[in-house]
């Protein structure tokens, strides 16, 4: 199973962003999909996750602002950056909870993706 994210770029403050990130491979379900972001000199961080069912979570910096959402027939997760800040400057990685058939089962695990990089310029 492989994650391809895609979408990032340079954007002046305030604009957008649109991330998307990919799963392929021979996989049987995926459960959680979320993004995560980790700026120069500090620990990674959850911004949002989204259930295979249910509603979407964020962290509260950027609530109102970014939009997490999946379109299950194309394994994909997408993230909408609105109004975008400085501080918003980081490299972005899609995780996914993928389940795969194996001799034993079902083997659930997460995966990430390679990480694409957002600068916003003020």
């Known amino acids: 199973v492989q994650l391809q994210a895609s979408g990032g770029g340079l954007v002046q403050a305030g604009g957008s962003l649109t991330l998307a990130c990919t799963a392929s491979?021979?996989?049987?379900?995926?459960?959680?999909m979320a993004w995560y972001r980790q700026a120069v000199e500090k620990q990674r961080e959850l911004v949002a996750t989204?259930?295979?069912?249910?509603?979407?979570a964020y962290a509260d910096s950027v609530k109102g602002r970014f939009t997490i959402s999946r379109d299950n027939s194309k394994n994909t997760v997408y993230l909408q950056m609105n109004s975008l800040k400085p501080e918003d400057t980081a490299v972005y990685y899609c995780?996914?909870?993928?389940?795969?058939?194996?001799?034993?089962?079902?083997?659930?695990?997460?995966?990430w993706g390679q990480g694409t990089l957002v600068t916003v310029s003020s």
């Open positions: 995780n996914a909870r993928v389940g795969t058939i194996q001799a034993m089962g079902v083997v659930w695990r997460d995966y």
């Open positions: 491979g021979t996989i049987y379900r995926i459960n959680d």
């Open positions: 989204i259930p295979s069912g249910g509603s979407a």
